[in-house]
């Protein structure tokens, strides 16, 4: 019991912690390691850490551009071996990611063999693939022997790796980046190369400029030499449909959307048929997914306009679209399937980047470039000061030369009787310790005459050299004016045009374009999704609704429940709109497509739209844009309403008519005349003048006609010369000429008279 009490730990010991603070900083360790390690580029090179090392890796192979190429798997052993441990295949899938041209704007690998497509087919497998670096990859290395940035060691401290590269270009913006980190995500679009050196050199030039002096100002202009910032260029190309207002301030707030279409044209093939050849898709997309997508849309028949989708591509792209018919619009199709499938797509903007390499923050396109910009410049200042020392060792070591020949007998013999040469030397010719070093190592073959003169001219060069780069670094301006130059090189090495622009596709081209969206029809496109058949709309008292198909389709009494009958049956087709009115003065929409079919007894109309407890349906009707209808209430009182005011985009609806109990809306009556006939319960019938009566998109309205009993019954329009017209319960027809109608004409609001012999008992002005 004593030997067990003795080896439990006490009570303080350090190995009972707070789990709580545990976790915490547990946690908090983690994701500062994904946000900082992984998932967010360096404002500075635009790279991650596993891209920086691949980079770094394949500069000790010496994989330059000019030299030959080796296997992916050697690169991606070294990178694991020395400063990645992680999986090859994340390291792999990334090295095959630098090297795609439809996936990096400018390639930072070149890779020989398969490295995958735009189909979203894989790679071969490392063994089998071989790569380089691209000029664009050294340029981001340049001068990274000259002491220009820090190393750090790396995972297992046998070697160092590059803190961040140099950068000779603005690899963040011109390639972009994609990363999610915890609690945070970043999203960078690639950019055109010459855009941004000009933007680089107004923010040289203006350190102040704002975010809308970069962007460019007439976006639809054919693209120059000069041009600022556009927006983005995809390496895919595609069609930029964007406002400058809403490029700027996504720019401006580091966060935004930019909305990208593919490019297609109008291939005629004759007689009136055509076809649709998409060239150019969103960045991202994988094509093969795409035509995938499409076919599944056109075997689901919801693109009634589209017959067929075929993938024509070889190198280049082309998909070709098939329409229906050649009567179908063009315009109208591309609309519709940029709706539902990937032709379109935004792709967003989060520039969330590592400030100096640590802390992560939202920039502006401004920040981001003064970011690289600030960073060239501490490159600038470091090669500058190493390239001085090695001059000021080099200087040394001449100085030392010509003390030699100028005393060249003493220096052999010196060499040649001293014990000590190297202290004799010194002490002989006031020395320095590494210039009598450097006598002693000097080759007898450089004892000549000739030598002398070189070592003098070198001395001269070298001093001028050391002048102006000690002038350089005690200026601010010249060190921006020499960062200036450097950008002015960088954006003549990839011209947006080729000399005998014959490439138009070339590294250096703008490949995104502007492009102002076609007006279509919203009506046309919602349309387009509905294959057009003609339907009768049967509604029953109870408000139960169903959708044959056919005009005039057979109405069965078993149709109904019972105790159910038919409240009203209207012909319309699949593609219309139906408006309906309840008693609460609410229209509501309803899409004829979405309607049950014929079969059985329909469904309530309560389960498509919110009706209010209580209310009921009072009249159902077709949809017609520009029409215009009078609506009323129990009491009389209406106004003018116009069709387009009355469709309702939510299923609650839309208060047309305010109404307060008892009274309740009881007609919508289609407006078609320049006269009014309204009759009441009372059975009392007048004529007024259209004009009298108010237009409102909302409302109580204005009193149609004047009650002592009862309330409004019915309404039509009429055109005087054309008289007033009513049908019997007998299905007789009646009609009375504007002269006949003297007794019963008069101003709204007024009781009227008792109508004509042969009006219809039922009040109504159809019995």
Known sequence: MSDDADTLPPPDDQRIVDLKQALEERYLSYALSTI?????????????????????AMRLLRLDPGQGYKKSARIVGDVIGKFHPHGDQSIYDALVRLAQDFALRYPLVDGQGNFGNIDGDSAAAMRYTESRMTEVATRLLEGITEDAIDFKPTYDGEDEEPVVLPSNFPNLLANGSTGIAVGMATSVPPHNIVELCNAALKLIHNPAATTDELVHADLSAPPSMEDLVRGPDFPTGGHLVESRSSIVHSYETGRGAFRLRAVWHKEEKGRGVYQIVVTEIPYGVQKSRLVEKIAELLLAKKLPLLKDVRDESADDIRLVLEPRAGTVDAVILMEQLFKVSELELRFPLNLNLLDKGTTPRVM???DALRAWLDHRKVVLVRRSEHRLEQIANRLEVLEGYI?????????????REEDDAKASLMATFDLTDNQAEAILNMRLRSLRKLEEIELRKEHANLTAEQGKLQALLASDKRQWGEIAKQVEALKKAYPLFEADDTTPHHLGARRTVFFDAPTADAAEIS????????????LSEKGWIRAPKGHNAPIDEKGFKAGDRLKLAINCETTDKLLMLTTGGKVYTLGA?????????????????????GQDIVGLFVYKPGAKRIIASSAGYGFIVGEDDLVANTRKGKQILNVSLPEEARLIVRCDGDRVAVIGQNRKLL???????????????????????????DIKTFYAADGLTW?????????????????????????????????????????
């Open 36 to 56: 900082t390690q992984r998932a967010l580029p360096d404002a500075r090179d635009g790279l991650k850490p596993v891209h920086r090392r691949i980079i770094h």
């Open 364 to 366: 502006s396109l401004a």
């Open 403 to 415: 003390v030699a020949y100028l005393n060249l007998d003493e220096v052999i013999r010196i060499i």
């Open 527 to 538: 349309e387009a999704f509905i294959e057009r058949e003609p339907i009768t709309v049967i």
């Open 593 to 613: 497509d979405k309607l049950p079919g014929g079969r059985g007894q329909g469904e309530p109309v309560r389960i498509m739209v919110d009706i209010d407890e």
């Open 687 to 713: 004529v007024f003048p259209m004009a009298q009566l108010a237009t409102m998109t909302r409302g109580k309205g204005v009193r149609l006609q004047r009650y002592k009993d009862g309330g409004i019954s």
């Open 727 to 767: 049908t019997d319960s007998s299905g007789r027809t009646y009609s009375k000429p504007t002269e006949e109608l003297t007794d019963w004409l008069g101003d709204r609001a007024s009781a009227g008279r008792q109508p004509p012999t042969g009006f219809p008992r039922n009040n109504k002005f159809v019995g």
